[in-house]
């Protein structure tokens, strides 16, 4: 299973923590905007809590 994630800076953090990243898609509500997909792991969603406190 996949999560998506939408804020860059966010992205990074979560590839620096070792995050199994999957790659970009264009967003469907902006086509100047990429979306960034990961892989749905309880660990990452750990860290997007921690991250998202931050």
Do not use: C, W
């Not at 860059?8 to 199994?20: N, P, Q």
């Not at 100047?32 to 990452?44: D, G, I």
Request: charge should be positive; proline fraction near 2%; hydrophobic fraction near 35%.
């Amino acid at each position: 299973m996949k999560k998506t994630i939408m804020k860059k800076s966010l992205a990074k953090k979560l590839i620096e923590a070792g995050h199994d990243f999957r790659g970009t898609e264009e967003n469907k509500r902006n086509e100047n905007l990429v979306v960034y997909k990961f892989t749905k792991t309880p660990e990452l969603i750990a860290d997007l809590i921690r991250f998202s406190a931050q």
